[in-house]
C-alpha cells in the first residue's frame, strides 16, 4: 500500500539527498518499507516522501530509530495518466 508521510522540522534541513539515502534507505528497508522518493518544501522545514509499505507502523518504527519526525502518515492511491 502506498502512503504519504509529512515530517515537520523546526529548522531547515541541511542534509544532500546522498545523505538521506545513505543514512536512511538501509534502516527504512529493515522496517519492511520501500522509499519511493522525497520532496523538499521551498522552506526546507517539510518534507513529504511517498512509501510503499505494509503499514503505519512500520514507517513509525523506522522514523523512530532515524530520529525523524512522522506526523502525519496518509494512505493514498496512484493515479496516473
Avoid: H
Avoid at 543514512?23 to 528497508?29: F, L, M, V, Y
Avoid at 522525497?38 to 522545514?45: H, I, N, V, Y
Wanted: aromatic share 8%; glycine share 6%.
Amino acid at each position: 500500500m502506498l502512503y504519504l508521510i509529512e515530517r515537520n522540522f523546526a529548522e531547515q534541513l541541511a542534509l544532500t539527498a546522498d545523505e538521506m539515502i545513505q543514512g536512511g534507505g538501509p534502516i527504512i528497508a529493515e522496517e519492511g518499507n520501500n522509499w519511493l522518493f522525497s520532496f523538499l518544501s521551498a522552506d526546507k522545514k517539510k518534507m513529504y516522501c511517498l512509501y510503499d509499505s505494509p503499514n503505519p507502523d512500520t514507517i513509525i518504527a523506522a522514523a523512530k530509530r532515524l530520529g525523524l519526525p512522522a506526523d502525519v502518515i496518509v494512505a493514498v492511491d496512484e493515479i496516473r495518466p
